[in-house]
């Protein structure tokens, strides 16, 4: 069963950078899609962005201008860095696992099938 | 972008009872590309269905997904304690503009 574990600072400062890093165990990174999604507190659940296993990202639009999200296959994990942020970037950031397998036997990006437990990052100075 | 209506937004029900959440999409889903996920406090989001009625791997069968178009559906019988958390439908039908629903809370009454 593959697991995935996020890591980073919990306390980033306002304007500075996020950077977290996800790193997944029990399976190769070189297959399936992996994804950021975050949870401010108290609220709903948003999509920031995925990477394939060959590189290809996209991004919610909204988040676009300042996420960027890469892939370390020697190490297995992959990582998210948001720019500029605001209090309004405070959440609880989770990694996941996403793909399936259509008719025709091709990967596709959809649903999520394993998380990690939430790394909490709070944007203040 | 595709909005997700979940209702209702809180559902006060007793173990032993049967639940209905509803999903209602903004525009219809092709291929019933709708999930669900089940969070209880201080955890990770947990899928439970995919492709609307598909069951993930440890999914007990009291939890059923139905649904086509813009109207999905899951259905808990009998509630177990462990059953009562918030819950969230995703679509993923306008890939990659993923959007999730803003959840129903199932507690007890």
């Known amino acids: 069963q593959v697991q995935l574990q996020e890591s980073g600072p919990g306390l980033v400062k306002p304007s500075e950078t996020l950077s977290l890093s996800c790193n997944v165990s029990?399976?190769?990174?070189?297959?399936?899609?992996w994804s950021w999604i975050r949870q401010p507190p108290g609220k709903g659940l948003e999509w920031i962005g995925y990477?394939?296993?060959?590189?290809?990202?996209n991004y919610t639009p909204s988040l676009k201008s300042r996420v960027t999200i890469s892939v370390d296959t020697s190490k297995n994990r992959f990582s998210l860095k948001l720019t500029s942020v605001t209090p309004a970037d405070t959440a609880v950031y989770y990694c996941a696992r996403e793909g399936y397998y259509d008719s025709r036997g091709y990967l596709r990006p959809g649903y999520f099938d394993q998380w990690g437990q939430g790394t909490l990052v709070t944007v203040s100075s | 972008e595709i909005v997700l209506t979940q209702s209702p937004g809180t559902l006060s029900l007793s173990p032993g009872e049967g639940a209905t959440l509803s999903c209602r999409a903004s525009?219809?889903?092709?291929?019933?590309?709708l999930a669900w996920y089940q969070q209880r406090p201080g955890q990770a989001p947990r899928l439970l269905i995919y492709?609307?009625?598909s069951r993930s791997a440890g999914t007990p069968d009291r939890f059923s997904g139905s649904g086509s178009g813009t109207e999905f559906t899951l259905n808990i019988s009998r509630l177990e304690p462990e059953d009562f958390a918030v819950y969230y439908c995703q679509q993923y039908g306008d890939s990659p503009l993923y959007t999730f629903g803003q959840g129903t809370k199932l507690e007890v009454k």
């Open positions: 492709g609307a009625s």
């Open positions: 525009q219809s889903l092709s291929d019933r590309f």
């Open positions: 029990g399976g190769s990174i070189s297959n399936f899609y």
């Open positions: 990477i394939s296993y060959n590189g290809i990202t």
